[in-house]
T-cell receptor, first 113, second 115 residues
Framework: EAQVTQNPRYLITVTGKKLTVTCSQN?????MSWYRQDPGLGLRQIYY???????DKGDVPEGYKVSRKEKRNFPLILESPSPNQTSLYFC????????????FGPGTRLTVT | AQSVTQLGSHVSVSEGALVLLRCNYS??????LFWYVQYPNQGLQLLLK??????LVKGINGFEAEFKKSETSFHLTKPSAHMSDAAEYFC?????????????FGKGTHLIIQP
């Protein structure tokens, strides 16, 4: 089954404790991205990757890092999480950056206390 | 620069009634327009898209949307609401070739279906 998986689905952590949210897709997609969803703000792109070893900042990259060492994986790293990073995070992938349809993962709800 | 405005953060309709979710956009170039749906505890799913050609586009689950350039609108409609339509709906615009890259999402409209 074609899918985007994220882990963990729920995470509660404390300020400053480094964490990684994993994202994996099994569709051989080139393009992957991370979004955060906040009430009243919709989805905002954090980082994206057009292919292996090619990443770039989205609209709200501060406080986040990403890497793309393999085509299928695109982890999101929070080196020193802060409470303002409490949010719902989505990973998405598409065949290329020009593909119309993105496939979204189920989301990771992160709470930073 | 592009932007999307969704009128109404919450819309409530009765089961069987018309669903109308409003979306207005701004774009400096001919836009590509999308509606995504998010069911509870799930990721977003593409409902329909407008790229070029016919301005009335049909999507999944009986939804359709009409691109009106003169009104810079892309409203989503469904003739008869079903309880399973309760979800969050996002309008999105792309002016960078129409793909996943460069998508700007609206803030979302929560659709509530009354029995």
């Amino acid at each position: 089954e074609a899918q985007v998986t994220q882990n963990p689905r729920y995470l509660i952590t404390v300020t400053g404790k480094k964490l990684t949210v994993t994202c994996s897709q099994n569709m051989n997609h080139e393009y992957m991205s991370w979004y955060r969803q906040d009430p009243g703000l919709g989805l905002r792109q954090i980082y994206y990757s057009m292919n292996v070893e090619v990443t770039d900042k989205g609209d709200v990259p501060e406080g986040y890092k990403v890497s793309r060492k393999e085509k299928r994986n695109f982890p999101l790293i929070l080196e020193s999480p802060s409470p303002n990073q409490t949010s719902l995070y989505f990973c998405a992938s598409s065949r290329t950056r020009l593909s119309y349809e993105q496939y979204f993962g189920p989301g990771t709800r992160l709470t930073v206390t | 620069a592009q932007s999307v405005t969704q009128l109404g953060s919450h819309v409530s309709v009765s089961e069987g009634a018309l669903v109308l979710l409003r979306c207005n956009y701004s774009s400096s170039v001919p836009p590509y327009l999308f509606w995504y749906v998010q069911y509870p505890n799930q990721g977003l799913q593409l409902l329909l898209k407008y790229t070029t050609g016919a301005t009335l586009v049909k999507g999944i689950n009986g939804f359709e949307a009409e691109f009106k350039k003169s009104e810079t609108s892309f409203h989503l409609t469904k003739p008869s609401a079903h309880m399973s339509d309760a979800a969050e709906y996002f309008c999105a615009v792309s002016d960078s070739g129409g793909g996943a890259d460069g998508l700007t999402f609206g803030k979302g409209t929560h659709l509530i279906i009354q029995p």
